[in-house]
């Protein structure tokens, strides 16, 4: 049995299967309708598979909305709660699917750093695990960092019950997938899917890992705390690298119409959360030598291997601060550190090709544009 499951409709038969390659490539087991045997009942393989299955993808478009099949199965993986939606065109989502994160694949062809693809890979890497390894492994590694987006980047983390109890669990979990679905109507945000975050409910969290994990740089924590009808909700909004809290407050209520208190409370921690986020943004803009999030994440990854002066290090710095001034030619801080690593490497022997380095090692000169 396979541990991924693809739904879509006929039609979009050559996207599952692009899909389905590219999660294979992935070292993940995948299952879609090709692979029926020709001896077995059609819906027996299909409840099988679906049952066995950690998660369930569904690829929405226009004729999927319509086909009652899809429409089972997206139901079967929600109560399951392994449910990963992706669309391939503008089709409107039907009830109650429009509700819940999907991710957009309209016109993807196959790249792994899509922000389309790296919402369902994290949402795909916490329903099933870390994937298998096709080929073989590299020395054991703390796994790599997704790189963060363009634009600013959230994920609602599970809120806590501050009595302990489980019975409240679908309350915060409910407050968890309004908030998501309110920060998703910001086009200015990257917000992860719920069901990427809700695995995160152990007590004591390493914030940083999380962030690390799931290729965002704020993270919204909550508590929910109970009195009789009486509930208290308190979150706080936290720049994760940092570890910098940007912003907190508290919203109480009562219980007797619980999902006026989620849209309630959603819509204000939506409206406060956007505001505080870019305003954040806009400090570490001017605090910050790139205006690109993403050059600026792979610079400081290069920084910390640098130091190392091995060979190893050296390579992986180089790579980081390449990968950085792809991204932002004229971000002279990336610039400097890379020629200093390809000078060390020639220095030292290390470099395969003792030619080249010396040259690659020549920074561009300082200018009016370069940003320090």
């Known amino acids: 049995?396979?541990?991924?499951?693809?739904?879509?409709?006929?039609?979009?038969?050559?996207?599952?299967?692009?899909?389905?390659?590219?999660?294979?490539?992935?070292?993940?087991?995948?299952?879609?309708?090709?692979?029926?045997?020709?001896?077995?009942?059609?819906?027996?393989?299909?409840?099988?598979?679906?049952?066995?299955?950690?998660?369930?993808?569904?690829?929405?478009?226009?004729?999927?909305?319509?086909?009652?099949?899809?429409?089972?199965?997206?139901?079967?993986?929600?109560?399951?709660?392994?449910?990963?939606?992706?669309?391939?065109?503008?089709?409107?989502?039907?009830?109650?699917?429009?509700?819940?994160?999907?991710?957009?694949?309209?016109?993807?062809?196959?790249?792994?750093?899509?922000?389309?693809?790296?919402?369902?890979?994290?949402?795909?890497?916490?329903?099933?695990?870390?994937?298998?390894?096709?080929?073989?492994?590299?020395?054991?590694?703390?796994?790599?960092?997704?790189?963060?987006?363009?634009?600013?980047?959230?994920?609602?983390?599970?809120?806590?019950?501050?009595?302990?109890?489980?019975?409240?669990?679908?309350?915060?979990?409910?407050?968890?997938?309004?908030?998501?679905?309110?920060?998703?109507?910001?086009?200015?945000?990257?917000?992860?899917?719920?069901?990427?975050?809700?695995?995160?409910?152990?007590?004591?969290?390493d914030l940083k890992r999380i962030a690390r994990e799931l290729g965002v740089r704020y993270l919204l924590e909550g508590s929910v705390r109970r009195s009789g009808d009486r509930v208290r909700i308190t979150v706080q909004l936290v720049d994760a690298p940092e570890a910098a809290q940007i912003w907190a407050e508290r919203f109480d209520g009562t219980l007797e119409d619980v999902f006026a208190l989620q849209d309630t409370v959603a819509n204000a921690v939506a409206s406060q959360i956007e505001p505080n986020i870019q305003a954040a943004e806009i400090r570490r803009a001017n605090a910050r030598p790139t205006q690109d999030l993403g050059a600026y994440d792979l610079y400081l990854r290069g920084i910390h291997l640098a130091p190392a002066y091995d060979r190893p290090s050296t390579l992986a710095a180089i790579e980081f601060f390449e990968q950085a001034i792809a991204r932002d030619p004229n971000y002279a801080l990336a610039l400097g550190w890379c020629a200093a690593c390809h000078s060390r490497m020639s220095v030292l022997g290390w470099s395969d090709n003792g030619r080249d380095q010396p040259d690659r090692a020549r920074p561009m000169p300082a200018g009016p544009a370069l940003r320090r």
């Open 1 to 205: 049995m396979a541990d991924i499951f693809i739904s879509y409709a006929r039609s979009t038969a050559k996207q599952a299967q692009q899909l389905a390659e590219a999660l294979r490539g992935q070292g993940y087991s995948v299952w879609i309708d090709d692979d029926l045997p020709a001896h077995r009942t059609y819906s027996r393989v299909i409840e099988e598979q679906m049952t066995a299955a950690k998660a369930a993808v569904v690829i929405w478009s226009a004729d999927a909305v319509r086909s009652e099949w899809v429409l089972s199965e997206a139901n079967r993986a929600r109560e399951d709660r392994k449910l990963v939606q992706v669309t391939t065109d503008v089709a409107r989502l039907p009830m109650p699917f429009d509700t819940i994160q999907c991710a957009d694949l309209a016109g993807w062809t196959g790249d792994l750093a899509a922000p389309g693809w790296r919402k369902l890979a994290a949402s795909i890497a916490d329903l099933v695990g870390a994937p298998g390894t096709p080929a073989a492994p590299a020395p054991a590694q703390n796994p790599p960092a997704l790189t963060l987006p363009s634009k600013p980047s959230v994920a609602v983390l599970p809120f806590g019950d501050a009595a302990g109890a489980t019975q409240g669990d679908y309350f915060a979990d409910g407050m968890v997938d309004e908030i998501t679905t309110a920060l998703a109507r910001f086009s200015s945000l990257f917000v992860i899917a719920s069901g990427s975050s809700l695995s995160y409910r152990e007590t004591a969290r």
